[in-house]
């Protein structure tokens, strides 16, 4: 089964502008979950998918939006790019239950905001 | 706030010695438990999931897990060069955060040869 795959691997940016990030799941996951991460930070969620429908939201302010697709592939957006939005964006898949929710992730997409 | 606590590190080891990861965390009513190895420059790598009270084996890998005193630890036994990495704990929350992981920032592991 293929993995998780996020495109594109690494973006350079400038302060103001926008920037999408594109996720596909393992075949047959339906859930989609965006993370940040920073050295300072740690990993932090961003916001989570499942059948289209954004199920929980993580503390980010509304430059940081998402979607997902009927095919389960999900889109994150940066809007106003900050030099503090430089980080390492995760996505990960989970089949979507609750009881467990094992998420696999994805290689990551780079960003850097000059 | 619900926090995933662990020590930052580095934590060395000797080659063929028991690694000791361990990690906090303050929901009392969270369900799962995962435990991610990540590379530097890599992305976080599922190793070991548990969900109940006592110990999980995998190979050279055993979760434990005791929900009482909220804790979760990672044991690695026959550590080898390959197991240095920063080793993430993750919990699943209960209630309206159910759908999330909060993890916590990490430890290095580094072997000494």
């Known amino acids: 089964k293929a993995g998780v795959t996020q495109t594109p691997r690494y973006l350079i940016k400038t302060r103001g502008q926008q920037v999408t990030l594109s996720c596909s799941p393992i075949?047959?996951?339906?859930?989609v979950s965006w993370y940040q991460q920073t050295p300072g930070q740690g990993l932090q969620f961003l916001f989570e998918?499942?059948?289209?429908?954004?199920?929980n939201k993580g503390n980010f302010p509304g430059r940081f939006s998402g979607r997902q697709f009927s095919n389960s592939r999900s889109e994150m957006n940066v809007s106003t790019l900050e030099l503090g939005d430089s980080a390492l964006y995760l996505c990960?898949?989970?089949?979507?239950?609750?009881?467990?929710?094992?998420?696999?992730f994805g290689p990551g997409t780079r960003l850097t905001v000059l | 706030q619900k926090e995933v606590e662990q020590n930052s590190g580095p934590l060395s080891v000797p080659e063929g010695a028991i690694a000791s990861l361990n990690c906090t965390y303050s929901d009392r009513g969270s369900q799962s438990f995962f435990w991610y190895r990540q590379y530097s420059g890599k992305s976080p790598e599922l190793i070991m999931s548990?969900?109940?009270?006592g110990d999980k084996e995998d190979g050279r890998f055993t979760a434990q897990l005791n929900k009482a005193s909220q804790y979760v630890s990672l044991l690695i036994r026959d550590s080898q060069p390959s197991d240095s990495a920063t080793y993430l704990c993750?919990?699943?929350?209960?209630?309206?955060?159910?759908?999330?992981?909060?993890f916590g920032k990490g430890t290095l592991l580094t072997m000494n040869p």
């Open positions: 990960a898949s989970s089949p979507g239950q609750i009881s467990y929710n094992e998420q696999f």
């Open positions: 998918y499942f059948s289209e429908t954004q199920r």
């Open positions: 548990i969900y109940s009270n």
């Open positions: 075949s047959g996951h339906r859930s």
């Open positions: 993750a919990v699943n929350h209960s209630g309206g955060s159910n759908y999330k992981l909060t």
